[in-house]
């Protein structure tokens, strides 16, 4: 068979979700050998492009990620977000409950980190529907390398037009611990306004996470059906699926409707503030109050008080 075949095989199964049965009818072929030529052109561009389009980040590939975070969404010392997402499977055979996620079908979850273009810095895919996003961060490597500094992150620097040295972090939503390296939200329990600010500002920031899910299932629509095949072969192919996602994005870049979302600043080259604190609260509070300040606050951060 010619290599051609499996490529039009495999790109047929991602865009369009058609069952193997169904592709088999198309193509007269048995489904068991088109699945294997799926599974097997997976494993091929994963092992042969992952270094070149999503590599282990550098320090200096995060201090890049976090000076497009500040440029684009006014967010300081960010190296990405985090998110997670289910991806619908069949319920596998003797697996009980835990595939069975909050949202009342089977899935397994894929966990990413996204940079300031939508792009995915490091993926943890094959984690039980059922676990919490931050009980599926506290068993990834991600987690172990942060927990013990071996993930590359940059040394703490200014925060820019202050003299406070701050951490570079990751940013998550309510279900992640907020550490020292990730921030997540205030309670949304009896907020000041400088910490409804402050979710805003997170939350905006956080939309490259969620853009990048969006983007991936828009493009690769078999995550939109219900995958019934082994949990272990869906890994294989949702990775593979991030990997061209990425891919994607550095030959032809974000979509423009994304781009033209991008609301930049320009601040005042002015330092002023204390350096202080090392604890994950006060280094929430930190960002918290430079967002608040007149040189990290944004006109239209206040339109969330109309």
């Known amino acids: 068979m010619h290599i051609i075949q499996f490529i039009v095989f495999f790109f047929r199964y991602l865009s369009t979700g058609m069952s193997f049965r169904s592709l088999s009818f198309s193509y007269r072929i048995s489904h068991s050998a088109i699945r294997q030529i799926i599974y097997e ?14 590599p282990v980040p550098s320090v200096n590939d995060l201090k890049n990620i ?32 835990f595939y069975y996620n909050y949202k009342q079908y089977f899935s397994i979850v894929l966990q990413g980190i996204a940079d300031a273009n939508c792009k995915f810095v490091t993926i943890d895919i094959g984690a039980y529907g059922k676990q919490s996003d ?26 820019p037009s202050t003299d406070i040295k701050a951490p570079f972090l990751l940013l998550g939503d309510e279900a992640y611990p907020l550490k020292s390296y990730l921030l997540k939200p205030y309670s949304r329990r009896n907020l000041s306004n400088e910490e409804r600010i402050f979710n805003y500002r997170l939350s905006r ?3 490259c996470i969620e ?42 870049g974000i979509p423009s409707q994304l781009d033209q979302n991008f609301q930049t600043v320009n601040l005042p080259l002015t330092r002023r503030y204390n350096h202080y604190g090392a604890t994950a609260s006060e280094i929430r ?11 990290g606050e944004v006109q239209f951060q206040y339109h969330i008080f109309r």
């Open 66 to 97: 976090a000076n497009d975070y500040f440029q684009k969404w006014n967010f300081p010392n960010c190296v990405g977000c985090i998110d997670g997402k289910h991806i619908r499977i069949k319920c596998p055979k003797n697996s009980g409950s």
């Open 285 to 295: 509070d930190i960002f918290k109050n430079y967002f608040c300040s007149p040189y």
């Open 205 to 207: 920031a956080r939309r």
């Open 211 to 252: 853009c990048s899910f969006g983007i991936l299932v828009a493009k690769w629509r078999f995550l939109k059906t219900e995958l019934q095949m082994d949990p272990k072969n869906v890994d294989v192919l949702v990775k593979c699926a991030c990997l061209l996602h990425n891919l994607l994005i550095d030959k032809e």
């Open 41 to 54: 052109t997976c494993l091929t561009i994963w092992d042969t492009f992952r270094e070149t389009h999503m």
């Open 134 to 159: 931050g009980g599926i961060f506290a068993l990834t490597n991600v987690y172990k390398r942060l927990a013990t500094n071996t993930f590359n992150m940059p040394n703490p620097d200014y925060i």
